[in-house]
């Protein structure tokens, strides 16, 4: 069973860092774009980066310049190191991830459980 889990949410104060972590686990042949979403309370969940296989990163305009996405491929892992954090981005934070299980014929989208970050003072 694939299963991705995330991990590094909590509370910090504005202006604060945190680093999220995802690993995949499971029967995996290969990965293709990993992504972080987000969703707070009452909002819809958002696109808030993407990585490509080849470490290609996309961002939205509104963590451009304050929010890295990176991906270690031997370890099935991707990363988000957020900086300059602002009371806006407290959300419960998903990782995303196409996967292609070892005996699959296509790559399906996985879902983390999500972490939550809350950025307060």
């Known amino acids: 069973q694939v299963q991705l889990v995330e991990s590094g949410g909590g509370l910090v104060q504005p202006g604060g860092s945190l680093r999220l972590s995802c690993a995949a686990s499971?029967?995996?042949?290969?990965?293709?774009?990993m992504g972080w979403y987000r969703q707070a309370p009452g909002k819809q969940r958002e696109l808030v980066a993407v990585?490509?296989?080849?470490?290609?990163?996309n961002y939205t305009d509104f963590v451009k310049g304050r929010f890295t996405i990176s991906r270690d491929n031997a370890k099935n892992t991707v990363y988000l190191q957020m900086n300059s954090l602002k009371p806006e981005d407290t959300a419960r934070y998903y990782c995303?991830?196409?996967?292609?299980?070892?005996?699959?014929?296509?790559?399906?989208?996985?879902w983390g459980q999500g972490t939550q970050v809350t950025v307060s003072s």
């Open positions: 499971g029967s995996i042949r290969s990965i293709n774009n």
């Open positions: 990585i490509t296989s080849g470490g290609i990163p």
């Open positions: 995303n991830a196409g996967i292609l299980e070892r005996y699959g014929i296509r790559y399906i989208d996985r």
